[in-house]
Antibody
Framework: EVQVVESGGGLVQPGGSLRLSCAAS????????MTWVRQAPGKGLEWVAN????????YYVDSVKGRFTISRDNAKNSLYLQMNSLRAEDTAMYYC??????????WGQGTLVTVSS | IVMTQTPLSSPVTLGQPASISCRSS???????????LSWLQQRPGQPPRLLIY???NRFSGVPDRFSGSGAGTDFTLKISRVEAEDVGVYYC?????????FGQGTKLEIK
């Protein structure tokens, strides 16, 4: 069964850092782009970043460039999102999803990040 | 690319059809000839779920009452006969251009 499971969310102060993880199973991780999408409380979906199968290409939404870093460890079937200089507006549920052929077909349950003092 | 959905809310009677429109600010046709427009469903308290990809392809396990159509900048999701389990928010999403973007979401509710 294809599964992606996020972890690492929590409460952090403004200016702080957090590292999210996404553990993948049930598919050949190295054959898929992976992405992070977030959803602020009561709001819509916002694409955050994605990374190519071998990690050679990474793309970000402007609002997180220079603060967030997406990475992957193909030996561990894992995706990461390092988030630095966190702001209140980064408060959201963060979803991991796998991508292929121009669409994202399997999504995790999400991990909640709250940025507050 | 700005994705604009209409309506933002859609009260529908069980068994009746529903339709959601999505318009993009630029053509979503990629240089490879594909149009990377997807539709996702988010039920209350759940993560998003892929329904339709590349305009009109139903994802595995999606009931055939869901269908997608369109081209260029105008796209439509149709539900032929709404069932109670269809309640939720529906999003269009484009991955032709970076950054990938979503519509604002359309809330489907039962009258």
């Amino acid at each position: 069964e294809v599964q992606v499971v996020e972890s690492g969310g929590g409460l952090v102060q403004p200016g702080g850092s957090l590292r999210l993880s996404c553990a993948a199973s049930g598919f050949t991780f190295t054959e898929y782009w992976m992405t992070w999408v977030r959803q602020a409380p009561g709001k819509g979906l916002e694409w955050v970043a994605n990374i190519k199968e071998d990690g050679s290409e990474k793309y970000y939404v402007d609002s997180v460039k220079g603060r967030f870093t997406i990475s992957r460890d193909n030996a561990k079937n894992s995706l990461y999102l390092q988030m630095n200089s966190l702001r209140a507006e980064d408060t959201a549920m963060y979803y991991c999803a796998r991508g292929i052929g121009g669409y994202y077909d399997n999504w995790g349950q999400g991990t909640l990040v709250t940025v507050s003092s | 690319i700005v994705m604009t959905q209409t309506p933002l809310s859609s009260p529908v009677t069980l068994g009746q059809p529903a339709s959601i429109s999505c318009r993009s600010s630029q053509s979503l046709e990629h240089s490879d000839g594909n149009t990377y427009l997807s539709w996702l469903q988010q039920r209350p308290g759940q993560p998003p779920r892929l329904l339709i990809y590349k305009i009109s392809n139903r994802f595995s396990g999606v009931p055939d009452r869901f269908s997608g159509s369109g081209a260029g900048t105008d796209f439509t999701l149709k539900i032929s006969r709404v069932e109670a389990e269809d309640v939720g928010v529906y999003y269009c999403m484009q991955v032709t251009h970076l950054p990938h973007t979503f519509g604002q979401g359309t809330k489907l509710e039962i009258k």
